[in-house]
């Protein structure tokens, strides 16, 4: 069993900057890919990015200019920095991780809400 712990979400106000963090109970270093996603209320999940093992990265759109995903292997952990964050940025963000061979993991969430 791995476990997937998200850190960083909170109250932010729009234009502001959080930094998510996902601690995993296991090496990364092997891991294929690690990503973030995230739901809002009445929406289904959706990819917001992801790292490969080479730390090739692919973003959503929607946030590509403004987030930024890295890992560090050491740490057994995956990041995402937020910036100039929009109300529409709220949610629930998710961390995965897939080690390959159909093992993926899934973190708890943390919430992130965008708002004066």
């Known amino acids: 069993q791995v476990q997937l712990v998200e850190s960083g979400g909170g109250l932010v106000q729009p234009g502001g900057s959080l930094r998510l963090s996902c601690a995993a109970s296991r090496s990364i270093f092997a891991a294929n890919e690690m990503g973030w996603y995230r739901q809002a209320p009445g929406k289904g999940r959706e990819l917001v990015a992801t790292?490969?093992?080479?730390?090739?990265?692919i973003y959503a759109n929607s946030v590509a200019d403004r987030f930024t995903i890295s890992r560090d292997n050491s740490k057994n952990t995956v990041y995402l920095q937020m910036d100039s964050l929009k109300p529409e940025d709220t949610a629930v963000y998710y961390c995965?991780?897939?080690?390959?061979?159909?093992?993926?993991?899934w973190g708890k969430g943390t919430l992130v809400t965008v708002s004066l």
């Open positions: 790292i490969t093992s080479d730390r090739g990265t």
């Open positions: 995965n991780v897939d080690y390959g061979l159909g093992m993926k993991y």
